[in-house]
């Protein structure tokens, strides 16, 4: 499978790895991560970044970058690694996106990985409703004998 790595706000990237443990232990041992400290330079973390991602020799040469926030420092500089081939990059990382990309098959491409990731990501973010319907209407004298409701 492509490497994955996870380049976010510290302590985001780190935390988001310890989630990933909960459901895929293998997988999470694979997968990178990289906490930008705050005022770091962009030549410094690109830098550093550069370390984490496969070689283009590497028999898998292939990385996707999940990141956090669109126009902050971490997504910028992912931006300057990115080619649009051997390396993609999604913003918005959440945990939907990361189960899903970790779900994968082994041996998944990157574009597999991109498109599992912008699935989940999509997937996993859904608005959340009460346990009772919507349109239910309130009646007075419900069950709770401590709450005392005056009919009007």
Do not use: Y
């Not at 669109?70 to 939907?96: C, E, M, Y």
């Amino acid at each position: 499978m492509a490497c994955l790595l996870i380049i976010a706000h510290a302590p985001l990237a780190s935390t988001l790895k310890q989630v990933a443990a909960h459901t895929f232990a293998e997988a999470a041992e694979q997968l990178r991560v990289f906490d930008v400290p705050p005022h770091m330079p962009p030549e410094d973390i690109e830098a550093h970044l550069r370390t984490l991602l496969p070689d283009e020799d590497a028999p898998d040469p292939e990385a996707l970058l999940l990141v956090d926030v669109f126009g902050a420092t971490p997504a910028n500089v992912a931006s300057r690694l990115v080619d649009g081939q051997r390396i993609r990059a999604v913003t918005g990382v959440n945990v939907a996106m990361l189960w899903r990309t970790l779900g994968s098959p082994g041996g998944a491409s990157v574009q597999a990985l991109f498109d599992r990731a912008m699935q989940g990501a999509v997937q996993g973010v859904l608005p959340l409703t009460s346990t009772r319907p919507q349109n239910q209407a309130f009646t007075p004298g419900g069950h709770d004998p401590h709450h005392h409701h005056h009919q009007q």
